[in-house]
């Protein structure tokens, strides 16, 4: 994928303009992750999108934001998939969130058939 660009530097109320490209430009090409996380016992199912899993997921572990993730206790990261770009992250994750649960749980166990929680595998994905 190619983009083209025109650099235009004007002055926006707080900051160059130039800056504010620069950032979407930045952005464009960041990895992104979704991931899937459950609770104890595995019933209850969300799927989500971040650019930063480590971060993401430490917040869900420490109930850090109100919502769907922390009513039900959803705490165990039992899939995750790195994207090169958000557009695609957002594609995907859009598209697992419509599957029925049994294609859900076939995907989770394609590479996680344990359900194990993942996050306690790979050092860098561990919270606190």
Not at 56 to 67: A, F
């Amino acid at each position: 994928m190619s983009f083209r660009f025109e650099l235009l530097i004007f002055s926006c109320h707080s900051e160059p303009f130039i800056y504010v490209i620069l950032n979407i430009v930045k952005n464009l090409n960041k990895s992104c992750f979704i991931y899937v996380l459950t609770n104890w016992n595995d019933k209850v199912m969300y799927v989500g999108m971040t650019n930063d899993l480590e971060r993401r997921i430490s917040e869900h572990k420490s109930k850090l934001i109100d919502g769907f993730t922390k009513k039900y206790n959803l705490t165990k990261l039992v899939y995750f998939e790195e994207f090169n770009n958000p557009e695609e992250a957002i594609g995907a994750e859009k598209k697992i969130k419509g599957w029925l649960r049994s294609k859900k749980n076939a995907l989770v166990e394609s590479i996680n058939p344990e359900w194990e929680d993942l996050s306690g595998l790979d050092p860098s994905l561990r919270s606190g």
